[in-house]
């Protein structure tokens, strides 16, 4: 089945710099990358995601890039502020199902 | 809307008793997941519903667990008897259409369970 390995598992920076989470796949059937955010007591929120016919999408500060013949994608946030601070989760779908990665806590120091 | 609403929020048994965790989705959507979470193995998907129906209940780890969906704004989650092992948050989602397929999967706040 598919699985999905994710980096780092904590990533601490300051305020203004700029945070990347990287994510691999194995299943080269996947089309559909997700990311998520969760802030401490809360459900996992869906902040971007980027299907395989593009390889990069932006929204202000936060940009995700694919690369489906490595088979990884990416997580970069610019320009971070303490409200950023949260555990992130990728995903890519496979056999219907969304498989999540470990997650990583981004602490954003002020 | 409220979002996905899932009750009760917190709550603490002892080993052997049987815990229900109830969840309603966002109004019209079609898929109902139900997720668990913990350290060790972060987020798994237990069982997910198709119009009620549950199409894939490969993630739910025993026969001590059990899932329903008698409507489509009712889902509940039974573990019969509960053991210290079961600790963790679980979490019901929904999504208007597959969320494999790229339709949003909108997540509630989360039950946390403790067995003691």
């Known amino acids: 089945g598919e699985n999905v390995e994710q980096h780092p598992s904590t990533l601490s920076v300051q305020e203004g710099d700029s945070a990347v989470i990287k994510c691999t796949y194995s299943?080269?059937?996947?089309?559909?990358f997700p990311w998520y955010k969760q802030e401490l007591g809360k459900g996992p929120q869906l902040i971007i995601d980027?299907?395989?016919?593009?390889g990069e999408k932006k929204d202000q500060r936060i940009a995700v890039t694919l690369n489906k013949t490595a088979k990884h994608f990416s997580l970069h946030i610019t320009e971070t502020q303490p409200e950023d601070s949260a555990v992130y989760f990728c995903a890519a779908n496979s056999q219907r199902k969304l498989i999540f990665g470990q997650g990583t806590e981004l602490s954003v120091k002020p | 809307d409220a979002g996905v609403i899932q009750s009760p929020r917190h709550e603490v048994t002892e080993m052997g008793q049987e815990v229900t965790l109830r969840c309603k989705p966002i109004s019209g959507h079609d898929y109902l997941f139900w997720y668990r979470q913990t350290m060790m193995r972060g987020l798994e998907l237990l069982i997910y519903f198709n119009n009620n129906v549950p199409i894939d209940d490969s993630g739910m780890p025993e026969d001590r667990f059990s899932a329903k969906m008698p409507n489509a704004s009712f889902s509940t989650l039974k573990i019969q008897p509960s053991e210290p092992r079961d600790s963790a948050v679980y979490f019901c989602?929904?999504?208007?259409?597959?969320?494999?397929?790229?339709?949003?999967?909108?997540f509630g706040e989360g039950s946390w369970l403790t067995v003691v």
């Open positions: 989602a929904s999504s208007l259409m597959a969320g494999s397929s790229g339709n949003t999967i909108y």
């Open positions: 980027i299907r395989s016919n593009v």
């Open positions: 299943d080269s059937a996947s089309n559909y």
